[in-house]
């Protein structure tokens, strides 16, 4: 039986592993063709292959291009292959993301290279502008409306690991507002997603070194699973402009992740982080 989603091309940037390569595996279990970006090439299961062939195993179709999102040309070359394959987009999920190497994990912003700055504005932001500059007469084309995710984190609400950090989630906020309304004559919907304390292969690393129990973790596939969810809702444009958080989306839908369980809640958690 064909999925929810047969016939539509989506994006997913930053697809190799953790929310991304979720998000590309559950837009493949609905039947769609998934062009895909990361900067992992050659062999294994967290790499560009890895996640074609993953994609492929859901239902889907898998094309990759390895891209490093701090390089407007990369980027440009990659909307290119998609246009002269498909010549439209269905939707876009805006995911990539860099962490920093090593994490800048608490401390104040004066103990931080500077570069900790490009990595997660430059890359969290920016490279999200520029892939949905380039996307959006794509869009346009495949003339029945479409969808733009742009993966956030309550870190645009609330203080999480970094000023740099809620700097550019608070920034891709506003983004996504503002431009679900350049979009809203075009039927395009623009919306953030707030996944809470999500169990990524990085994550995963470090809870392991640590001992820490991520038993209250979401997963990358439960989070992924809500991009189609929202892609095929009646009232989608309605949404437009808004936060999408993922633990809401999993009961509002009855989206399991593959442990056959909702989103474990984290707002709660978030709502004693520091705010101002």
Same mark, same amino acid.
């Given at each position: 039986?064909?999925?929810?989603?047969?016939?539509?091309?989506?994006?997913?940037?930053?697809?190799?592993?953790?929310?991304?390569?979720?998000?590309?595996?559950?837009?493949?279990?609905?039947? =769609?063709?998934?062009?895909?970006?990361?900067?992992?090439?050659? @062999?294994?299961?967290? *790499?560009?292959?890895?996640?074609?062939?993953?994609?492929?195993?859901?239902?889907?179709?898998?094309?990759?291009?390895?891209?490093?999102?701090?390089? @407007?040309?990369?980027?440009?070359?990659?909307?290119?292959?998609?246009?002269?394959?498909?010549?439209?987009?269905?939707?876009?999920?805006?995911?990539?993301?860099?962490?920093?190497?090593?994490?800048?994990?608490?401390?104040?912003?004066?103990?931080?290279?500077?570069?900790?700055?490009?990595?997660?504005?430059?890359?969290?932001?920016?490279?999200?502008?520029?892939?949905?500059?380039?996307?959006?007469?794509?869009?346009?084309?495949?003339?029945?409306?479409?969808?733009?995710?742009?993966?956030?984190?309550?870190?645009?609400?609330?203080?999480?690991?970094?000023?740099?950090?809620?700097?550019?989630?608070?920034?891709?906020?506003?983004?996504?507002?503002?431009?679900?309304?350049?979009?809203?004559?075009?039927?395009? =919907?623009?919306?953030?997603?707030?996944?809470?304390?999500?169990?990524?292969?990085?994550?995963?690393?470090?809870?392991?070194?640590?001992? *820490?129990?991520?038993?209250?973790?979401?997963?990358?596939?439960?989070?992924?699973? *809500?991009?189609? =969810?929202?892609?095929?809702?009646?009232?989608?444009?309605?949404?437009?402009?808004?936060?999408?958080?993922?633990?809401?989306?999993?009961?509002?839908?009855?989206?399991?992740?593959?442990?056959?369980?909702?989103?474990?809640?984290?707002?709660?958690?978030? =709502?004693?982080?520091?705010?101002?």
């Amino acid at each position: 039986m064909a999925g929810k989603l047969a016939g539509k091309i989506c994006v997913v940037t930053g697809a190799t592993r953790g929310i991304g390569r979720g998000c590309a595996i559950a837009l493949a279990e609905e039947g =769609a063709t998934i062009y895909i970006t990361g900067r992992s090439n050659g @062999d294994g299961e967290l *790499t560009l292959s890895g996640s074609v062939a993953a994609i492929e195993e859901a239902g889907g179709k898998g094309i990759a291009m390895q891209v490093d999102h701090a390089n @407007d040309n990369e980027i440009e070359a990659f909307f290119e292959m998609v246009k002269a394959d498909a010549g439209k987009i269905d939707i876009l999920v805006n995911n990539v993301y860099k962490i920093p190497s090593p994490p800048a994990w608490g401390g104040g912003f004066w103990d931080h290279p500077i570069q900790i700055w490009d990595d997660q504005v430059g890359i969290g932001l920016r490279a999200h502008y520029v892939a949905s500059w380039h996307a959006a007469p794509l869009m346009f084309a495949a003339g029945e409306g479409g969808l733009i995710v742009n993966v956030s984190s309550p870190g645009g609400q609330s203080y999480h690991f970094s000023s740099s950090y809620g700097a550019g989630k608070a920034g891709l906020d506003r983004l996504t507002a503002d431009m679900a309304i350049e979009l809203e004559p075009k039927g395009i =919907a623009a919306v953030t997603l707030y996944p809470g304390s999500v169990a990524t292969e990085f994550i995963a690393a470090h809870a392991k070194q640590n001992g *820490t129990d991520l038993s209250e973790s979401q997963t990358p596939l439960g989070v992924g699973r *809500t991009v189609p =969810a929202l892609a095929v809702c009646e009232d989608l444009m309605a949404r437009s402009g808004s936060i999408q958080w993922v633990e809401d989306l999993s009961r509002e839908f009855d989206i399991r992740d593959e442990r056959g369980e909702l989103a474990p809640s984290y707002k709660a958690r978030d =709502a004693e982080r520091p705010r101002q």
